[in-house]
């Protein structure tokens, strides 16, 4: 029987690469940078990075205004941030986190790619909200090296992180993962690497439901939400809640339960594919649940 490879060392981790400058990715940069970090933040969409720069700076601006932060603790963090278009430029980095659509393929050739130019001794964290974080490792050269690092959205404001080992995941890389997590300001919780986590375990489901109660009509989109705000005292009703997560994202999420767990209950209603096959995605592209191109809000059912 072959020994397995000895790893180096864990550095100590001073560089943290983001991939995908999306809303999630974007929010990871600021808050690491935040955080004393050197952050290397890397799309291959040239608007989409420049859009994530623009998005850090007034997220910090914002910050300043409610008395959070200091111009000098702004222009440093900004400092902080280097914005790219290729992977090799994650070359010097301690610690990875690719945030990329939720899409396993997409991940995979992401990690693929990345591996090429990849120091030996650094760690690698998926920021997926649903796909098993074991499947994932397997496609890297360091299942032992990898972890999932789930932050929540939008990432500045939230405080939770939920951090899941793979079967393979080595103690100090979860140990280094808890204290950068702290760093960061964040709450860590640990999850058991089972379909969506705890999280959207719970969350995702919820939000199903509700578009099953509109598509059978038992109410429309306003009075499910008023219902659920009101009734149940959450903050956001359950369909403008997947509007803000995308509901590209929510049904990616709904079908990782459906095959992982092979369980009806996890079905995603045909009314949130219906959405997705129209492109009517949420806020992001001002159109879900509600259509988003006038001044306020309009429910489109």
């Known amino acids: 029987m072959t020994e397995p490879a000895q790893l180096p060392p864990l550095p100590e981790i001073a560089t943290i690469g983001v991939i995908g400058a999306g809303q999630m990715g974007s929010g990871i940069a600021q808050v690491a940078a935040l955080a004393g970090y050197r952050v290397k933040?890397?799309?291959?969409?040239?608007?989409?990075?420049?859009?994530?720069?623009?998005?850090?700076?007034?997220g910090l601006d914002r910050q300043i205004r409610k008395g959070l932060l200091d111009e000098a603790a702004r222009t440093a963090a900004m400092?902080?941030?280097?914005?790219?278009?290729?992977l090799e430029d994650l070359a010097d980095c301690e610690l990875v986190v690719e945030a990329a659509?939720?899409?396993?393929?997409?991940?995979?050739?992401i990690f693929r790619d990345?591996?090429?130019?990849?120091?030996?001794?650094?760690?690698?964290?998926?920021?997926?909200s649903s796909i098993p974080?074991?499947?994932?490792?397997?496609?890297?050269?360091?299942?032992?090296?990898?972890?999932?690092?789930?932050?929540?959205?939008?990432?500045?404001?939230?405080?939770?992180?939920?951090?899941?080992?793979?079967i393979a995941t080595e103690?100090?890389?979860?140990?280094?993962?808890?204290?950068?997590?702290?760093?960061?300001?964040?709450?860590?919780?640990?999850?058991?690497?089972?379909?969506?986590?705890?999280?959207?375990?719970?969350?995702?489901?919820?939000i199903n439901e509700a578009v099953y109660t509109l598509y059978e009509g038992v109410g429309n989109v306003e009075s499910i939400d008023t219902a659920m705000r009101l009734g149940a005292n959450h903050p956001m009703g359950p369909l403008e809640l997947a509007d803000f997560i995308g509901l590209?994202?929510?049904?990616?999420?709904m079908q990782v339960l459906y095959e992982g767990l092979a369980d009806s209950k996890y079905r995603p209603c045909p009314l949130l594919v219906k959405y997705v096959e129209a492109g009517w995605l949420g806020r992001k592209v001002k159109r879900g649940f509600y259509d988003y191109r006038g001044e306020q809000p309009v429910p489109t059912r």
């Open 101 to 109: 659509t939720e899409n396993e393929q997409v991940k995979k050739a």
């Open 79 to 86: 400092d902080r941030i280097t914005a790219s278009g290729a």
């Open 248 to 253: 590209d994202t929510c049904l990616a999420v």
């Open 41 to 58: 933040l890397v799309d291959i969409n040239p608007e989409q990075l420049a859009a994530a720069m623009s998005k850090i700076a007034v």
């Open 171 to 206: 103690e100090d890389t979860y140990l280094a993962i808890r204290e950068v997590t702290e760093r960061l300001g964040k709450t860590p919780v640990t999850a058991e690497d089972f379909p969506a986590f705890i999280v959207n375990r719970i969350l995702l489901p919820m």
């Open 133 to 166: 974080i074991t499947r994932l490792a397997a496609a890297t050269d360091r299942p032992e090296r990898f972890i999932g690092m789930h932050f929540m959205n939008p990432v500045p404001a939230m405080k939770l992180i939920e951090v899941i080992r793979g």
């Open 114 to 128: 990345l591996l090429v130019h990849l120091r030996k001794d650094a760690i690698i964290a998926s920021n997926t």
